[in-house]
């Protein structure tokens, strides 16, 4: 105590030698009274002295596992920002230089959580560029037409207008095709995809991997890579069956399995269930919901009910509780069983149940979580130990980001373990009080009432959305104001009679009495479309949010994450954060003009302050996209998508809001005048040399994708998809090379399959 006492006089000491003249400074470093009052400085020293108490109770043993969950992520994150390709050999020295510094310094306790962090943004990294290595495979780098095709479908999609398939391709050829593509995927006619595990020859026009829309969009090529999945297309002709070269692998035996048992289901489901009905009752048992219609696809997520056609931790839950319960029920009506564990054997059947569930409905990312949590939670059960924890979610975060790194950057992985965080959460700090009071006469009769049941509803359905709202928001454009109220009215029949009307039904099945089961979980899915349908039709349902960048994504994730994962007063941070995300997302500048990546579709925003578009082609997602970005409610189809442009055969020209003029060039004479008089010219041509204007021409958006411009004074600030240098598996950058002829199609006669070529109205983006 004498030394340290001696050396903070040395220290005031010290710096009493340099303080200027006119310093507010006196004394032994203490301020005089007038200029800090004795009042405020204690009240300054209390105020240090809690945040100080409040940094330790966030860093005491184990408050810091979840961390590491996210700093995994960040790494993975950061993967993704990459511009080039990180090598395998920098990662993993990466990675074990930080593991051996986190080793040297584990016995200094400040240096080693930061090491532990710095090592798991590492492995983060690491791990996804191990994955990209591990299932490195060829991408189509130009459309290509009459492509011969054999190999094993491995996987079939059912869709509302066409069916798709992925084929795991033997042998490939046609004319121009230069990569050796290892899968693809293929749009047919309805009603023409064979089973999984066939092997089948057949011809196809394929396409790169659809590339984002717009800078900032969703990348398709990215999820598709990722799928191993090297081209998307749709089919010429006939699908034939043919006889294999080899064996299926094991692998395709039991995708072949599994599916064989989906398919059976959802036969005899829709049986009994046509339309809509069958469509969300066979996504409820077997996770097949690419059928719906489109208006209830609709409605299902704008009202704010659409998570039910994910099967994730709600229906992982509901299904292990009746599981659960029933079989407890059962075993202790018998006599003399109950000096048995029989909770123990309930929690082993229910998890053989939930691991059969997980199984058959595809085991998406959502349900790969929920699994791992529900497994860690029933594991609890069995050697007595509580389990709704952040440990618990940290867990399935990091078996989830292990197994699929890319899954971090797609809103299923984001909304799921965002709104789940927030269930935690909520429970361990606030959600006791219901259980509270319930041993009194009062409480049990507002138990037995319901209250607490239907508040706690409310305040999950609550949590919940608005934790996935910053990334439904990011990803989809829009909000759902009314979730709350279409949870509180839908799910409840959900939980009490859809899901176990379902579990009764696929009991019965192997009995063949099923049917009464199938139409009674379809009584309840009457109700639930109807809630969904009316919220829709409830003014503002439709919450339209234009797109906005990453970063106030990630100031809100911040925010999130410290609001739900501290427990003292220092999370309200959090909730700090969580509004300057709000503000940054509504202050985001909109662009002026928007470029498609193929030159084809082109928007420019008038002196309404709304886009207006012109085509070459028929496609119209990138209208939609464009739209739903720009929170405009106009359809692709919209009449008035066209005003403000006027067109002749040579181009298109339109007037920005400051009236600076945007030309289209169709033709090589139209861009004498057009660089004359526009500030801006868009062309899928190659435009002349020496052209004044502002050029976006065949070799700009060849190079740079799909383009946003922003009117800057006199010039415009350009945000390409892809900068200059970017050059990642799944986005290869442009080479000079001549331009791929399309070649005639094949019109040979076959005798016995049907045609499987989609009608052109039914081809969707991305076939």
């Known amino acids: 105590m004498v030394e340290q006492g001696n050396t903070r006089g040395r220290v005031e000491a010290g710096t009493q030698a340099w303080r200027p003249w006119g310093s507010p400074w006196s004394g032994a470093g203490r301020w005089p009274d007038w200029a800090w009052p004795d009042g405020l400085a204690d009240g300054a020293r209390r105020f240090a002295g809690r945040i100080r108490e409040w940094v330790f109770v966030e860093v005491g043993p184990g408050r810091l596992v979840p961390w590491l969950a996210i700093a995994l992520g960040c790494g993975i994150v950061i993967y993704f920002t990459a511009d080039q390709e990180p090598a395998s050999w920098a990662a993993a020295a990466m990675l074990g230089a930080t593991v051996g510094i986190t080793m040297l310094v584990r016995h200094r306790p400040i240096a080693f959580p930061a090491a532990l962090a710095a090592a798991?943004?590492?492995?983060?990294?690491?791990?996804?560029?191990?994955?990209?290595?591990?299932?490195?495979?060829?991408?189509?780098?130009?459309?290509?037409?009459?492509?011969?095709?054999?190999g094993f479908v491995e996987a079939r999609e059912e869709r509302e207008r066409s069916d798709r398939i992925v084929l795991r391709v033997e042998r490939i050829a046609g004319p121009r095709l230069n990569e050796k593509l290892e899968r693809v995927r293929v749009s047919v006619r309805k009603g023409t995809a064979p089973a999984v595990g066939t092997f089948v020859e057949l011809k196809a026009r394929l396409s790169p991997p659809l590339e984002p829309l717009r800078p900032g969009g969703y990348d398709f090529a990215r999820d598709m890579y990722f799928q191993n999945i090297g081209a998307s297309g749709f089919a010429l002709g006939r699908i034939r069956s043919a006889e294999a070269p080899h064996a299926p692998t094991p692998w395709l035996r039991y995708a072949t399995i599994i599916d064989g048992m989906r398919e059976a289901i959802d036969k005899r489901i829709r049986a009994v269930l046509p339309g809509d009905k069958g469509s969300i009752a066979s996504a409820l048992i077997t996770g097949k919901r690419d059928a719906l219609s489109t208006p209830v696809f609709d409605a299902m997520y704008v009202s704010g009910i659409g998570?039910?056609?994910?099967?994730?931790?709600?229906?992982?839950?509901?299904?292990?509780?009746?599981?659960?319960?029933?079989?407890?029920?059962?075993?202790?009506?018998?006599?003399?069983?109950?000096?048995?564990?029989?909770?123990?054997?309930?929690?082993?059947?229910?998890?053989?149940?939930?691991?059969?569930?997980?199984?058959?409905?595809?085991?998406?990312?959502?349900?790969?979580r929920s699994y791992?949590?529900?497994?860690?939670?029933?594991?609890?059960?069995?050697?007595?130990?509580?389990?709704?924890?952040?440990?618990?979610?940290?867990?399935?975060?990091?078996?989830?980001?292990?197994?699929?790194?890319?899954?971090?950057?797609?809103?299923?992985?984001?909304?799921?373990f965002a709104a789940t965080?927030?269930?935690?959460?909520?429970?361990?700090?606030?959600?006791?009080?219901?259980?509270?009071?319930?041993?009194?006469?009062?409480?049990?009769?507002?138990?037995?009432?319901?209250?607490?049941?239907?508040?706690?509803?409310?305040?999950?359905?609550?949590?919940?959305?608005?934790a996935t709202q910053p990334y439904a928001a990011y990803h989809f454009h829009r909000l759902g104001p009314y979730g709350a109220l279409t949870n509180l009215l839908a799910m409840p029949v959900v939980s009490a009679?859809?899901?176990?009307?379902?579990?009764?039904?696929?009991?019965?099945?192997?009995?063949?009495?099923?049917?009464?089961?199938?139409?009674?979980?379809?009584?309840?899915?009457?109700?639930?479309?109807?809630?969904?349908?009316?919220?829709?039709?409830?003014?503002?349902?439709?919450?339209r949010v234009a797109a906005f960048g990453v970063g106030p994504l990630l100031v809100g994730t911040l925010g999130l994450v410290i609001l739900c994962l501290l427990k003292t007063p220092l999370r309200f941070i959090g909730a700090l954060l969580l509004g300057c995300a709000i503000v940054l997302m509504i202050r985001t500048p909109q662009p002026d003009v928007l470029v498609a990546a193929d030159g084809s579709a082109v928007a420019v925003r008038g002196a309404d302050g709304r886009l207006a578009m012109v085509k070459s082609g028929s496609d119209t997602f990138a209208f939609r996209e464009w739209l739903a970005a720009d929170a405009d409610a106009r359809l692709p189809k919209d009449n008035t998508l066209g005003h403000g442009i006027r067109c002749d055969e040579a181009g298109c020209?339109?007037?920005?809001?400051?009236?600076?003029?945007?030309?289209?060039?169709?033709?090589?004479?139209?861009?004498?005048?057009?660089?004359?008089?526009a500030a801006l010219v868009v062309s899928a041509r190659e435009a002349p040399a020496g052209c004044p204007a502002v050029v976006v021409d065949r070799q700009i958006w060849r190079r740079s994708g799909a383009i946003a411009l922003r009117r800057l004074g006199e010039g415009f600030e350009i945000t390409p998809t892809r900068p200059i240098g970017y050059d990642r598996p799944w986005a290869r950058a442009f080479a000079e090379k001549s331009d791929v002829q399309e070649t005639s199609r094949s019109t040979s006669p076959e005798a016995q399959p049907r045609d499987a070529a989609p009608r052109e109205e039914d081809i969707e983006a991305g076939d």
């Open 120 to 150: 798991a943004i590492a492995a983060g990294f690491a791990t996804a560029t191990f994955k990209r290595a591990i299932i490195a495979h060829p991408v189509l780098s130009a459309p290509v037409w009459n492509v011969d095709l054999a």
């Open 307 to 368: 998570h039910v056609l994910s099967i994730s931790g709600y229906h992982m839950a509901v299904v292990v509780a009746i599981v659960f319960f029933a079989i407890r029920a059962s075993l202790a009506l018998i006599p003399g069983i109950t000096r048995y564990p029989i909770k123990k054997w309930a929690a082993l059947v229910a998890l053989a149940a939930a691991t059969f569930y997980f199984l058959l409905s595809g085991a998406e990312v959502a349900t790969q």
């Open 372 to 416: 791992i949590m529900i497994a860690i939670v029933l594991l609890g059960v069995l050697i007595d130990r509580a389990t709704v924890t952040f440990r618990t979610l940290t867990v399935a975060a990091l078996g989830v980001m292990l197994i699929q790194p890319e899954s971090v950057v797609h809103p299923s992985f984001q909304m799921s």
């Open 421 to 466: 965080l927030a269930l935690v959460a909520g429970y361990q700090q606030g959600l006791h009080w219901m259980t509270a009071g319930v041993d009194t006469p009062l409480g049990a009769r507002v138990a037995l009432w319901g209250v607490a049941w239907i508040v706690g509803s409310l305040i999950v359905s609550l949590l919940a959305g608005t």
């Open 497 to 543: 009679w859809v899901m176990p009307a379902g579990i009764l039904g696929l009991a019965a099945m192997p009995f063949g009495l099923d049917g009464f089961f199938w139409w009674l979980m379809g009584a309840g899915l009457d109700w639930m479309i109807f809630i969904a349908l009316w919220v829709t039709s409830l003014p503002g349902a439709f919450g």
């Open 653 to 677: 020209i339109a007037r920005l809001r400051d009236g600076a003029l945007v030309a289209i060039a169709k033709t090589v004479e139209a861009f004498e005048e057009d660089c004359r008089r």
